[in-house]
């Protein structure tokens, strides 16, 4: 496991049984399916969307019966849509291992993804309620037209501030505040404190992708897990390009073309964002957004619940991996 | 629409009810998605699976509000299948037209395909129940498993006519025998017609694979709407192919590596298997899942849903395409 969590044994020991419930959700008789999804499972994640649910659970009746296999659900889905993601951006690497789609073809991660899906989706209508059903449902559409959106703007120079929050809320965040919200509600949490679990978890969210977009211009590979400049040769104009080509466009313009991307290039565009003070600004969004949902736990009742999501929001906004 | 339904108007116009719900719930601002899903749903499918929900639900208590979008989901699951399904097996016509993958890229494809699945289940929890989102899923798994293992099995000649029952039942029985069964069941039928019908659907799969197989070895390209001998130059052996190596494999080694699958090899492969006879044992095969489908449709309550079934089923598997 991550250690990550080694401070919050709490929040450890339940998240094990959440891995074994995945485990015992996986198994089939075709192996070469099970093996990739334990080598997925076991590569270290920090298993940070289920550890949502159960932090958010305590605000609550917290009832690990109900919320374990629910949190299980989230990170199975969040698992199917990496399986994905890597097809689309023809990752080679994530967390220092090769990925399900560099090991076993395209083909054969198109077809994994999808059976995680359908375990997801088993799993729920084993467990949980219609409302539940419904919630996933709508994240997961809003995640996968996020992702085409990605997709089908690359190399665009036609970029904003706002078409980049919109897409990483729906590609990011809107997940991180489902994995608050639905837990609330389960825990009989009231409406209104179930929502502002959820917004907690959208600013997490925001903040934890625009920190995960400024690492592919600053990070270190061995860090990060996967190459720095990925993104860009790939032609997602995330954060901190975005900003600085809205600062002078004319040092980054005939740069930007899928032909132009070339190793020496994107070392050449990373020093410009850097120079142009894309790193900075977005550092700034990622404080702004860090500093409302701050403001916000606080106003939570107090609990454990509430010093450990403090903590955890704090050293998750500043990691550098 | 296509011109399967021509002679049965009561079918017919339930269909283009079906092809409404899913128009509406594919329905996004994402425009690139919307319109490619709508190409594929007009690319005139025979909307088989629909069709077979409305044919079953009618030996119960008909209730089209129920039925037509649990119709609407069941195709939308076809569809996504059929989405991914041509990123594996790399086609680039299906029903004539460009498949998606071609089209837009496999990155696309991948995520239109989950968007559909997403549909899918989000249309199901608002319409049906915990048993049917269960019984969607687990044919689902079944699919996804089938189609790994039928890539993991590309090029092998350790075939079978068990293995390969076994992957057809999987990937397009299951589907078909689900489309009868939650029907039924949803319509009132008792458990043991519900399960018969569920068995004529799953007969009428086994068939109407082997016939589908069976045409890329002696198919036109125009009437089967994609290349024949495609499956073979990716690797998947099929029934005929099963039959011929089983009768005399002398005659078929050296041909079956990938390497080997030249347009020169594949010809002589499909010469070679139609002269050891694994075509006619395939027919005969097809014609033996046919009559017991048949003998068990016979013995069905009387009513026009059979009538109509006994012909449809004498038609769609005589079909040339």
Chains 1, 2 share one sequence.
Not at 24 to 43: G, P, Q, R
Not at 59 to 86: C, Q, S, W
Request: proline letters at 2%.
């Amino acid at each position: 496991m991550n250690s990550f969590w080694n401070e919050y044994p709490n929040i450890q020991s339940e998240l094990e049984v959440v891995s074994k419930i995945i485990k015992n959700n996986i198994k089939t008789n075709e192996k070469v399916i099970e093996n990739a999804l334990l080598e997925l499972l076991n590569s270290g994640g920090k298993l940070l969307r289920p550890a949502f649910l159960i932090i958010s659970g305590k605000f609550g009746d917290y009832n690990r019966d109900k919320i374990l296999p629910l949190a299980a659900v989230i990170e199975m889905l969040h698992m199917a849509t990496l399986v994905h993601d890597d097809i689309i951006d023809d990752s080679l690497l994530r967390r220092n291992s090769p990925t399900t789609q560099a090991k076993y073809g395209k083909d054969v991660a198109v077809f994994m993804g999808d059976y995680l899906f359908s375990r997801c989706f088993l799993l729920l209508s084993k467990n949980n309620s219609m409302e539940d059903m419904q919630e996933v449902a709508k994240v997961i559409s809003t995640i996968c037209k996020q992702e085409i959106n990605q997709f089908t703007s690359r190399f665009s120079e036609d970029m904003s501030i706002k078409k980049y929050l919109k897409r990483i809320g729906g590609k990011t965040a809107a997940l991180f505040a489902l994995s608050f919200y639905v837990s609330a509600k389960q825990s009989n949490c009231d409406e209104k404190l179930s929502r502002q679990l959820g917004r907690i978890g959208y600013e997490i969210g925001m903040a934890f992708q625009i920190v995960d977009d400024i690492l592919d211009y600053t990070g270190e590979e061995k860090e990060v897990g996967k190459p720095v400049g990925n993104d860009l040769k790939e032609g997602l104009y995330t954060l901190p390009l975005i900003f600085a080509y809205k600062k002078d466009k004319t040092r980054l313009e005939g740069l930007l073309s899928k032909e132009s991307m070339t190793e020496e290039n994107v070392n050449k565009i990373i020093k410009t964002t850097i120079e142009l003070g894309g790193i900075e600004k977005s550092r700034e969004l990622a404080i702004k957004y860090t500093n409302k949902t701050f403001k916000r736990i606080k106003a939570l009742p107090n609990c454990e619940s509430k010093n450990i999501l403090l903590r955890i929001t704090e050293k998750l906004l500043k990691r550098k991996y």
